[in-house]
T-cell receptor, first 109, second 118 residues
Framework: GQNIDQPTEMTATEGAIVQINCTYQTSGFNGLFWYQQHAGEAPTFLSYNVLDGLEEKGRFSSFLSRSKGYSYLLLKELQMKDSASYLCAVRDSNYQLIWGAGTKLIIKP | SAVISQKPSRDICQRGTSLTIQCQVDSQVTMMFWYRQQPGQSLTLIATANQGSEATYESGFVIDKFPISRPNLTFSTLTVSNMSPEDSSIYLC???????????????FGAGSRLTVL
């Protein structure tokens, strides 16, 4: 079966750095997405990786290793507004999106 | 990216009743997607709504329980029929923006409809 694993919950301190990991086992690979979802709101797109390596976008970076079935989302200079759930999703060989359950990130002052 | 208006934002429903969720997009799109998000769980695709043809349902979801309409390229509805407490969830509609981010088809979501079935 297809599976995406990410930690259920993480806690970090304002101003610090946090890395949220995502491992996947899917039928083929056609890209990996990270979405941010604040409580009670819709998911919003953060980043996309289809080739190995690091994609940087301001305070957020996303890394992909296809051989390891692994990605991480790196958040720097954490702000209170970064408290949210972060969803990892992989598009498989049939172009279906497989979603992880999300990582709830709690930022403490 | 597309802007999606979804309603109702939340509702409390009685067992055995049905509720229709509406999604309006500010641009024409070929496909609209309906998802369910149960607390602490993944987003689960219910069906893909295509204009002018029957919706395509994912395994575990059937038309009798989740009838979908797609009368034009900017609007769709999802009905949750004969509801039970197990249907309590957030229901989200979404559309794809093709090629907007390094060739990726990124999903834009409506704000979601939180249903509680008593």
């Amino acid at each position: 079966g297809q599976n995406i694993d990410q930690p259920t919950e993480m806690t970090a301190t304002e101003g610090a750095i946090v890395q949220i990991n995502c491992t996947y086992q899917t039928s083929g690979f056609n890209g990996l997405f990270w979405y941010q979802q604040h409580a009670g709101e819709a998911p919003t797109f953060l980043s996309y990786n289809v080739l190995d390596g690091l994609e940087e976008k301001g305070r957020f970076s996303s890394f992909l290793s296809r051989s390891k079935g692994y990605s991480y989302l790196l958040l720097k200079e954490l702000q209170m507004k970064d408290s949210a759930s972060y969803l990892c999703a992989v598009r498989d060989s049939n172009y279906q999106l497989i979603w992880g359950a999300g990582t709830k990130l709690i930022i403490k002052p | 990216s597309a802007v999606i208006s979804q309603k109702p934002s939340r509702d409390i429903c009685q067992r055995g009743t049905s509720l229709t969720i509406q999604c309006q997009v500010d641009s024409q799109v070929t496909m609209m997607f309906w998802y369910r998000q149960q607390p602490g769980q993944s987003l689960t695709l219910i069906a893909t709504a295509n204009q002018g043809s029957e919706a395509t349902y994912e395994s575990g979801f059937v038309i009798d329980k989740f009838p979908i309409s797609r009368p034009n390229l900017t609007f769709s509805t999802l009905t949750v029929s004969n509801m039970s407490p197990e249907d309590s969830s957030i229901y989200l509609c979404s559309v794809e923006a093709g090629g907007s981010h390094s060739g990726a088809n990124v999903l834009t979501f409506g704000a979601g409809s939180r249903l509680t079935v008593l």
